[in-house]
Each structure stands twice: as structure tokens, then as C-alpha cells.
């Protein structure tokens, strides 16, 4: 079956760059997508179709997708963005999501 | 105001049934693939089964094919799950999610979340 690997956490500085890859075979060719998970809260979509913003989505995230790997990117990281992030792919008419990311603003 | 909201968790034992329902509000309802989505205590996302605006194509994980049943309502604008011979390792927070799509393909994603029902087997 498929998979997609995510670092188990990543750990940022107020005001700078967080970088969160998820892997998985030819993943470039696929579509994928990103979301925000809050302690005690449900998911939120925060990249759609590799590099889409739903609406409300602050411009700080942002998403690209190529070769076997996906990146989120949170330009500027604030306090707020410290949550659990997954990805997510499509492939043989399943849904995959990755094992997920721990972001911690220090 | 989107919402989705969930019911019909609890504590059942191994082997038994249970079936959970979602009523949606504040979107054409009929417009759009629903899902489920389970996240077990402490664990990631899984996603467990989806069907197409008009339930003429339902998908499902592998870990759940062939008891669980997916199905819909667009007139109650509900979705529901049916889950039969239930194991311990179907523990976890049942999440109604809508799809961005009227379709279940490659280019999915999951806008909507409702709050969840927690379902345990034990």
C-alpha cells in the first residue's frame, strides 16, 4: 500500500521558516494537500491541490510538490501555528495520509 | 455557517454494529463528495470511506471494506456509516468531513470537519 512519510517534529524559531517535507513514491505526480490540526481541535485545510490556499488561510503557508517529495512551508511562524500537521495524497482510488509532523514554536 | 455535525457513538463490544449519522447545514448539500475520516486516540488521520455527490461510487479503506457501509440521504442532507462486526482496533474519533469536490478523485481535499464522534470497542 501506499505511504507517506512525515519527520515526527520539526521545531522553529518565532519569526523564521518551518519546513515540512512528506515523502512517497513519484508523489510528484499526485496531488497533495496539507492540514493543521490543533490539540483537542479537528483538522483544518491549509494547502489544497499542492499549492492552493483555501480562503481564510494566511499567506505565510505555502505548498510545492515535486519528485518524490511535498513541502509546506510557513514563512514568518507565529505562536498560533504550533499544532500537528498532515499530508495527504490520493492513490489507487484510496485516501493516504501521512504520519504527521509536530511543529513546535521555541 | 458550514456545519457539520456527528452522532451516534459509544461504547459498543467486538463483533457488534453500530451506526453513526451526520447532519450538514449551510451548504448546497448535494453539491459535494462526504467522507469519514477516524483518528484514533493519540494516533494520526485515517481516512475510512467516501461516497460521490449522487452515491453512485463509494470507496473505502481497506481495514474497513466489507463491514462498513457508507451511505447518504440528500433530501436529510445526512450522511451516515454503517459499521458491522466491530474490532477493538475501530476505536477512535469519527470525523464527517466534505469534500471540495462533487467527486472522488485525484484532486480531493477535505475543506469541512465536523467535531467528531468518539466510538470505543471494548
Known amino acids: 500500500s501506499y505511504e507517506l512519510t512525515q519527520p515526527p517534529s520539526v521545531s522553529v524559531s518565532p519569526g523564521q521558516t518551518a519546513t515540512i517535507p512528506c515523502s512517497g513514491d513519484k508523489l510528484g505526480n499526485k496531488y497533495a494537500c496539507w492540514y493543521q490540526q490543533k490539540p483537542g481541535q479537528s483538522p483544518v485545510l491549509v494547502i489544497y491541490?499542492?499549492?492552493k490556499r483555501p480562503s481564510g488561510i494566511p499567506e505565510r503557508f505555502s505548498g510545492s510538490n515535486s519528485g518524490n517529495t511535498a513541502t509546506l512551508i510557513i514563512s514568518g511562524t507565529q505562536a498560533m501555528d504550533e499544532a500537528d500537521y498532515y499530508c495527504?495524497?490520493?492513490?489507487?482510488?484510496?485516501?493516504?495520509f501521512g504520519t504527521g509532523t509536530k511543529v513546535t514554536v521555541l | 455557517e458550514v456545519q457539520l455535525v456527528e452522532s451516534g457513538g459509544g461504547l459498543v463490544q467486538p463483533g457488534r454494529s453500530l451506526r453513526l449519522s451526520c447532519a450538514a447545514s449551510g451548504f448546497t448539500y448535494d453539491e459535494y463528495a462526504m467522507h469519514w475520516v477516524r483518528q484514533a486516540p493519540g494516533k494520526g488521520l485515517e481516512w475510512v470511506s467516501g461516497v460521490t455527490w449522487n452515491s453512485d461510487t463509494t470507496v473505502y479503506a481497506d481495514s474497513v471494506q466489507g463491514r462498513f457501509t457508507i451511505s447518504r440521504d440528500n433530501a436529510r442532507t445526512s450522511l451516515y456509516l454503517q459499521m458491522n462486526s466491530l474490532r477493538a482496533e475501530d476505536t477512535a474519533l469519527y470525523y464527517c468531513v466534505k469534500d471540495i469536490s462533487t467527486t472522488i478523485s485525484g484532486d480531493l481535499a477535505f475543506g469541512v470537519w465536523g467535531q467528531g464522534t468518539m466510538v470505543t470497542v471494548s
Open positions: 491541490q499542492d499549492t
Open positions: 495527504q495524497a490520493w492513490d489507487r482510488s484510496t485516501v493516504v
